[in-house]
């Protein structure tokens, strides 16, 4: 289960870090080269909603199964297309494929990790998003080099693709069968008109712009605002993932103690706090301690929100899908956005936005309490 994970973040990091070379190969300009990585938002979006039917007829393992297979030809083909043919179309159909197979193989793994979390009766789901988090990290790190030593893209991506689908394969083997392949229950309305599943939804968009603006606009942000070297930006990416990752490690033990609703109404706090920091400290040490709150805040809201989607085993994938659809929609939204506002406002100063969401994502957690008369075991 960790290794799926794991896997998921680790293709993910080793497309992100090849990205120069994609736009190198390809002779784009950083505009054009924006449109062509929104090819694989839009795959990712246009396939969640199908992502907890397709679970519910094969089952979670054989959608991560399948979808480590579209995810990895995708990447071969945007290899393909953007270091031998220097064909733009080619690349953006893979960066698509490849966007449809994480999508789907993101809210199969949530699924079961909701599964395992229920059999155990704890919380258990933080962990596998920080194996997530630690492969992501492993991926960026091993693509260092590939870049250094100008590795073909094909070679790269194309053989961790396939190491990505054998491994898959074997991690997702021995995957528990979910409740809700073998309930009889008759369907009820459909997931997306339940208003605690989109406060839950609510609740991981915020979140889910927390962590991803950092990845998109910290480093910048630094630079531009505080007019500091590009490493020194850099390193500040690097603190918030360290610390988000920490987050994730931790998240169990604070979860079980005190619950969702009030961890994830503190998460909501260090968030903002951290990015209130990041944003008007203005002096070294208050934005290195903003940085580390922002890491932790944004550490629970998505993997929590996963395993709350998931409490009702009879309907686990198809509201994981509403969520999981919610979430990406994020990922597809808000980098422009903040693009926009730091055009108008600063680099620095558009973070505030962030900061902002943080009041809805407070007032939206406890919707993760568990519904009557469903079990967490």
Avoid at 64 to 93: D, E, I, K, N
Avoid at 271 to 285: H, T
Wanted: with cysteine; net charge neutral; glycine share 14%.
């Amino acid at each position: 289960m960790v290794l799926v994970f794991a896997l998921n973040g680790f293709l993910f990091a080793s497309l992100a870090s090849r990205i120069p070379d994609l736009r190198e190969g390809l002779s784009l300009g950083n505009g054009a080269l924006g449109l062509l990585l929104l090819a694989i938002a839009v795959g990712s979006v246009l396939a969640l909603p199908s992502a907890g039917a397709l679970i519910h007829r094969w089952s979670a393992g054989w959608v991560v199964r399948w979808g480590s297979v579209c995810a990895a030809g995708g990447l071969a083909l945007a290899a393909l297309g953007a270091g031998v043919l220097g064909l733009t179309p080619v690349a953006g159909v893979g960066l698509f494929a490849y966007g449809v197979g994480t999508s789907v193989w993101d809210v199969a793994m949530n699924v079961e990790g909701a599964e395992v979390e229920r059999g155990l009766g704890r919380a258990i789901m933080p962990h596998f998003h920080a194996a997530f988090s630690m492969g992501a990290i492993a991926g960026a790190a091993a693509g260092v080099p590939m870049a250094a030593l100008s590795v073909p893209l094909v070679a790269h991506l194309g053989a961790l693709g396939a190491l990505a689908v054998v491994l898959s394969a074997r991690g997702s083997r021995d995957f528990l069968p979910a409740e809700e392949e073998k309930s009889d229950a008759p369907r009820a309305r459909s997931a997306w008109l339940e208003p605690r599943t989109i406060a839950i939804g609510v609740m991981v968009l915020a979140f889910t712009v927390a962590e991803g603006s950092a990845g998109d606009w910290l480093s910048l942000a630094l630079i531009d605002g505080y007019d500091v070297a590009h490493w020194v930006g850099v390193t500040g990416y690097v603190a918030f993932v360290t610390s988000m990752t920490i987050g994730r490690l931790a998240g169990p033990v604070v979860l079980d103690r005190f619950g969702r609703p009030p961890v994830l109404w503190a998460s909501a706090l260090l968030a903002g706090s951290g990015v209130l920091l990041v944003v008007l400290g203005d002096q070294v040490v208050l934005v290195a301690v903003g940085i580390l709150l922002w890491g932790l805040g944004a550490a629970l809201g998505f993997p929590v929100g996963m395993s709350a989607a998931a409490d009702d085993p009879a309907r686990s994938a198809a509201r994981v899908s509403v969520v999981s659809t919610i979430g990406y929609g994020a990922f597809l939204t808000g980098p422009p956005l903040l693009g926009a506002l730091g055009d108008a406002v600063g680099t620095l100063e558009a973070l505030l936005a962030v900061a902002a969401l943080m009041v809805p994502a407070a007032l939206t957690v406890f919707a993760t309490r568990a519904p009557a008369g469903v079990s967490r075991r």
